[in-house]
């Protein structure tokens, strides 16, 4: 296989691309679309995300020290887009894009209730790396659309239609192709069949 020689760069595709939101007191919510985000721990459960300066966000972020990360589903997509093109020292964009501010269960920034699955945030530390601030996060409360459970109540994502970011361009999830552990279940099987015989 022939490989060329690219100069340091981000190419850990694919990520999310979520709708970050938050609020400060007596103001507008405002939502920021943040692909540079990713789960950093399980218990306690945690996740971290990367913002720069610049962005209206940035400050509210760093006052309040609350975010709501909300998933982006297909038909959000579009949102998702503008509210990552346009700021909210602009514009209104829940009023913009039609969304519904949703009162969070632990903190005073609102999730979106369009979203299917709303992570409410509190900032533990943010470190400046240069052009992007991570805040880094534990996980409050998770709300989740009821539309998503099947009738025993477990999750079933894949009805979501959760969309990811890849290189510049947005994707629907595809084809089921395993799932977790899977590669070792399949030899598990065949040790069983084996002693059987
Ligand atoms: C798909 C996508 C991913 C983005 N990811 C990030 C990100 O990870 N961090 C960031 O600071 N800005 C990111 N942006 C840019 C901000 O969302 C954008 O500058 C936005 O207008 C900021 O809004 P605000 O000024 O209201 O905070 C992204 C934009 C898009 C469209």
Request: some cysteine; hydrophobic content about 35%; proline content about 4%.
């Amino acid at each position: 296989m022939a490989k060329e020689i690219w100069r340091p760069g981000n190419m850990l595709y694919p990520t999310p691309a979520v709708m970050v939101s938050c609020m400060r007191e007596g103001e507008k919510p405002n939502i920021i679309t943040v692909a540079w985000a990713g789960t950093i721990c399980s218990d306690p459960a945690m996740l971290s995300i990367s913002v720069r300066k610049e962005r209206y966000s940035y400050d509210i972020l760093k006052e309040t020290g609350e975010f709501v990360v909300n998933l982006t589903s297909k038909k959000l997509t579009r949102a998702a887009d503008w509210c990552g093109v346009r700021s909210g020292r602009e514009y209104d964009k829940f009023k913009e894009m039609n969304l519904t501010p949703l009162e969070s269960q632990k903190i005073s920034a609102p999730g979106i209730a369009e979203s299917p699955v709303n992570i409410e945030c509190k900032v533990k530390q943010s470190i400046d790396l240069g052009s992007h601030t991570i805040f880094i996060a534990e996980v409050m409360c998770v709300t989740v659309d009821d539309k998503l459970l099947d009738d025993k109540g477990k999750l079933d994502l894949g009805k979501a239609k959760l969309v990811a970011y890849s290189h510049g361009e947005y994707f629907m999830l595809g084809e089921k192709v395993g799932k977790f552990g899977y590669s070792v279940a399949k030899k598990a099987t065949a040790k069983k069949a084996k002693k059987k015989k």
